[in-house]
């Protein structure tokens, strides 16, 4: 047996080594860092930025969460897969979220992004990218989801979102800046929609460029069936047409946005309109009377 022995000064130094590994543990602790995410290297914090004792945190070994400086956390529950990024820019504040980015997925919020209230599932190679000054904030009582599967959803900078988002198929969302979308809204996009700056988007609104199920009833009773008792799931893209929505458009309370959709710049769409064709530039255009238009 050899006995080691040290000196004064090799005691000095590593008795001062021990207290600044200890003080840094005990800031991670502080933080509610250590403890709740399973520290790896593919996490790196920003100055300032904190997570309070609700938070919790996890990351693949291969895959990175990089949160900017002066990041706020608060009550959420951030999951990021194998290769996945999760990338939060300077002075975003994430309360009372969900946030799951799945394996080969990438969420990128610019600075001063605000999420409160809000799921967000990204998954199957999925791209979610929200520009400076985004707001995904839900009303009182109410609360909404961003969902990604296979697919990419752009924002500009200073959006204003409190509706559903749900992207599959390889669909592709690309919402301008400064444009709002009201609570209860639906934007399902399984090809493509392109919405233009500065629109608003009333409550209830929904924008669909698919048909969402197969038409044949016997495809739809066989996915019924196969869903039970979660819910039917399409595994074959149905019928799609992209939507585009120009700029300064204005979207009155439940209209509906269908499949093939093209409404030019500075349109008005009263309320409760259905609008599946091409309206042009700095028209107003509300519902037709309703009508029966098949009985077979």
């Given at each position: 047996m050899r006995l080691l022995v040290l000196s004064n000064s090799q005691i000095g130094r590593t008795t001062r080594k021990i207290a600044r590994v200890t003080r840094a543990l005990e800031n991670l602790f502080q933080a509610n860092v250590l403890p709740r995410m399973g520290l790896t290297k593919s996490v790196r914090m920003g100055r300032d930025s904190h997570a309070d004792i609700y938070s919790r945190l996890s990351c693949d070994p291969f895959g990175t969460i990089q949160l900017g400086n002066h990041v706020a956390l608060s009550r959420v529950h951030i999951?990021?897969?194998?290769?996945?990024?999760?990338?939060?820019?300077?002075?975003?504040?994430?309360?009372?979220?969900?946030?799951?980015?799945?394996?080969?997925?990438?969420?990128?919020?610019?600075?001063?992004?605000?999420?409160?209230?809000?799921?967000?599932q990204v998954s199957q190679a999925g791209v979610l990218d929200i520009a400076a000054g985004g707001v995904f904030v839900c009303e009182p009582n109410h609360s909404f989801s961003v969902i990604i599967n296979k697919g990419s959803a752009v924002f500009g900078p200073r959006v204003h979102v409190s509706g559903d988002i749900f992207v599959r198929f390889g669909g592709r969302l690309k919402v301008g800046q400064y444009t709002g979308i009201g609570m209860g809204a639906l934007l399902r996009c399984e090809e493509a929609i392109t919405i233009g700056d500065y629109c608003l988007i009333s409550y209830d609104v929904v924008v669909y460029d698919t048909n969402a199920h197969s038409v044949d009833w016997k495809e739809r009773r066989h996915r019924i069936e196969v869903g039970y008792p979660v819910g039917m799931d399409e595994v074959v893209k149905p019928s799609t047409k992209p939507i585009e929505i120009g700029n300064d458009v204005w979207i009155g309370m439940r209209s509906l946005i269908l499949k093939g959709a093209k409404i030019g710049d500075r349109v008005i769409v009263g309320m409760g309109t259905t609008v599946t064709g091409s309206v042009p530039e700095d028209s107003l255009v509300v519902s037709e009377h309703p009508r029966i238009i098949s009985r077979k």
């Amino acid at each position: 047996m050899r006995l080691l022995v040290l000196s004064n000064s090799q005691i000095g130094r590593t008795t001062r080594k021990i207290a600044r590994v200890t003080r840094a543990l005990e800031n991670l602790f502080q933080a509610n860092v250590l403890p709740r995410m399973g520290l790896t290297k593919s996490v790196r914090m920003g100055r300032d930025s904190h997570a309070d004792i609700y938070s919790r945190l996890s990351c693949d070994p291969f895959g990175t969460i990089q949160l900017g400086n002066h990041v706020a956390l608060s009550r959420v529950h951030i999951k990021v897969g194998r290769k996945a990024t999760l990338q939060v820019g300077d002075f975003c504040t994430l309360q009372d979220v969900t946030v799951m980015v799945g394996d080969n997925s990438t969420v990128t919020l610019g600075e001063r992004v605000q999420l409160r209230g809000v799921s967000v599932q990204v998954s199957q190679a999925g791209v979610l990218d929200i520009a400076a000054g985004g707001v995904f904030v839900c009303e009182p009582n109410h609360s909404f989801s961003v969902i990604i599967n296979k697919g990419s959803a752009v924002f500009g900078p200073r959006v204003h979102v409190s509706g559903d988002i749900f992207v599959r198929f390889g669909g592709r969302l690309k919402v301008g800046q400064y444009t709002g979308i009201g609570m209860g809204a639906l934007l399902r996009c399984e090809e493509a929609i392109t919405i233009g700056d500065y629109c608003l988007i009333s409550y209830d609104v929904v924008v669909y460029d698919t048909n969402a199920h197969s038409v044949d009833w016997k495809e739809r009773r066989h996915r019924i069936e196969v869903g039970y008792p979660v819910g039917m799931d399409e595994v074959v893209k149905p019928s799609t047409k992209p939507i585009e929505i120009g700029n300064d458009v204005w979207i009155g309370m439940r209209s509906l946005i269908l499949k093939g959709a093209k409404i030019g710049d500075r349109v008005i769409v009263g309320m409760g309109t259905t609008v599946t064709g091409s309206v042009p530039e700095d028209s107003l255009v509300v519902s037709e009377h309703p009508r029966i238009i098949s009985r077979k």
